[in-house]
């Protein structure tokens, strides 16, 4: 075997293989085809910002998975995935990005060459990185069945060994330091992208734990820190103006160590924060007590949702949607591991050791709040919280 | 009209849909339904990191785009985009990563709505956030035929107008900052992690040119930094390890002013570079040079490629491929407009104004070498190029 530093021992790749194999066999999927490169980082170790052409993983009925991406990516492949050279598959770069031809007919060829050619295959049909023409390429050029794989893989990723929550645990340490560094740094007048370029080099300098220091990766989000009337929307980023006193900004970040991410938002208002965002606050962490509390083995997805909720309507603050989802090893475009969802109506049972990022932000006429933990399911009790950071309002003039 | 802070003046956004109308007239689309993050900024000024959700923009036969996305980022686009509220449509959160229902069914009814049902519907078959799923159900939900798009906005951006050039500019500057400190904070033993905690700070904070200082936006690509055998890959990100000596780094990073990019690469050196470094040096700047010299006006990318690797031919140095690619407005995960590329085969006509990343890059089997620019075609003579940074490889010890 190729002497390639991983993550992770081979023993994990090689139960997790077998987990996949189990839900392959479970629905009837003879080989699997992953472009999800979370899944391909789980399955194993492919490290690289290549997800921008198309590549994969497949696994077969049998035998190591194979990768499969652009001839300079293969390269990547070598140096990062623990499968031997001959399982590590290129294809030449008259593919890329052209119109004449498409990577999905040299995939058709692959699958064949493999004596795959005719077998049932899964795709994951709803994935950022397999477009509708991927799909109609390889399903005019592949001999047998296509059959819908979305989040199979991901499911497996649900419940966390040992070595991912340690993993976990160093990028909630480093979202601690985000944090901490945005109140020391924030202050009326400095320009927002200032306090980005104070924020973005301390998750990427890292943090320590009993270990020793450690340095931090790129989340698969960048943050997201819009202030007042912008942060009645959920999703903006930044700008170069300078800060403004009596507005409240929200930070969503997260920590990433090695590609798993603990993300966790906290609000900050330069001045006296309005009764109603006060109100707010306060009825949310009450509301995100409740939800740790719930969020226990055998309780459901939902059971969370609603003990978030029962709060806000108790309190008379009008929220509907999703207040969370799963995290852990991501890249780009989302950090979450898009399987499960907190919403009332997701019968998910929770299971020890699965992680969400319980995020109950609120986004008002005026205003916005977000305050939110990264859980650990435990064995019996309330959730854990993997970071340390103090949840209320900070109130920096 | 709302009074919406637009990177670009309302002029320039009409003109910008009316060469879309015109090319989707030619391509006999009535309706068109765009989801690439960059053709819906380009349209309309929408800007958020929202595109991990489906959404999108519908231009119809007349009248202003319309945004449609998620509730939330409905919110985002009432504060980024041009249009009045009225044309800007926000979808349920229950249908956000959900197995029960899909967005798209939300989208078809949108287009009923406007009275839109029953026409030819062009889509973005090729595209991140078009997956296979969203294609499926958009057809059995769409009343008229559906047909391939992809790129056909892409297209209408290739030619950049003044102020995308002044934007470009910007980011060409900030690129050379983050060289400059690069060349300014690179040594042995620095952890590789601390030296991205130092560029990506500086990519931020911004340049300044004759109008003031401005700041630095995100770029699509992380930066992507390996180092020795790593660098014959093209696309790893970076550790935490301690840098070594004798070894060749590249660096592929851009800056990013407002959405628009200036890729530029450099290779560093700690130590004394092998002699087939060198001569690779040697043979990649006159390669360029002579590249920069055939894309003019009126040549073609083909013209461009077959200039750069007569002289890799020559000097008996094997690369195949694409050697760059049009660049300007772009999100995640790609910096990369997807229209034509500088390779041999690509006949695409160069027009004064067009912009694209010469990327000649070189992975051998046991270095990397990258030095790129990021260049402007003139209206007559050679390209310009938008940044200025010493070409050679950086030699530090």
Redesign the interface.
């Known amino acids: 075997m190729p002497d390639v530093p991983l993550p992770f021992d081979r023993a994990e790749y090689a139960a997790r293989l077998n987990k996949v194999r189990a839900a392959m066999e479970a629905a009837e999927i003879e080989v699997l085809f992953t472009c999800d490169p979370s899944n391909m980082a789980w399955l194993t170790g492919y ?6 052409v198309h590549q994969g993983v497949l696994v077969g009925p049998d035998g190591d998975p194979v990768f499969w991406g652009r ?3 293969a ?2 492949a ?3 995935c623990y499968m031997p050279p001959g399982d590590i598959v290129g294809y ?3 593919l ?3 119109t ?1 031809a498409h990577p999905m007919q040299d995939l058709a060829r692959l699958l064949r060459d493999r004596g795959w050619g005719e077998m049932r295959l899964g ?1 994951e ?12 390429v390889l399903t005019a050029g592949h001999g047998g069945q296509l059959t ?1 794989a ?1 989040a199979l893989i991901n499911w497996q990723r649900a419940v966390k060994s040992a070595t991912e929550l340690t993993f976990m645990r160093r990028a909630a340490r480093i979202v601690g330091e985000m944090h901490r560094c945005i109140r020391e740094t924030m202050r009326p007048g400095l ?4 306090l ?3 924020i ?3 998750g ?3 943090a320590e734990d009993d270990d020793g ?6 989340p698969a ?2 943050p ?1 820190l819009p202030t007042g ?2 942060a ?9 103006k300078p800060l403004q006193s009596d507005a409240g900004t929200f930070f969503e970040i997260a920590g990433c160590y090695r590609r798993y991410h603990a993300p966790l938002c906290r609000t900050v208002y330069l001045g006296e924060p309005p009764p109603a965002m006060r109100a707010a606050e306060e009825a949310v962490l009450e509301g995100i007590d409740k939800g740790i509390g719930a969020a226990r083995a055998g309780n459901t997805a939902g059971d969370v949702a609603r003990a978030f909720y029962g709060v806000l309507e108790k309190r008379g603050i009008s929220r ?3 207040c969370g ?1 799963p995290i852990g090893l991501s890249y ?3 950090w ?1 591991e ?1 399987t499960f ?1 907190i ?1 009332p ?1 997701d019968d998910t049972v929770l299971q020890a050791d699965m992680t969400f990022h319980f995020m109950p932000g609120l ?1 008002m006429d005026s205003w916005g709040l977000e305050i939110t933990e990264t859980l650990r399911v435990t064995a019996d009790g309330p959730a854990e919280c993997l970071a340390n950071v103090p949840r209320g309002l900070v109130i920096l003039n």
Request: charged share 25%.
């Open positions: 490290d690289g910002w290549s997800f921008y001839g300079m990516d390269n990547g070598l140096r990062t030449a770069d008259d890329v990005m052209s004449a795709v049909m709803e994935n950022y990185y397999y477009s509708a023409k991927a799909h109609a819908d979305t320009r927002k992208n200032a980005v370029a104070e973005r080099p301390t990427i300098l890292g220091p450690f340095g931090g990766d790129y989000i960048v997201l009337l912008d009645t929307a959920a999703h903006l980023t930044w700008d170069d509907e949607g999703r989802y780009p475009p989302d979450g898009r969802s919403r109506s986004w």
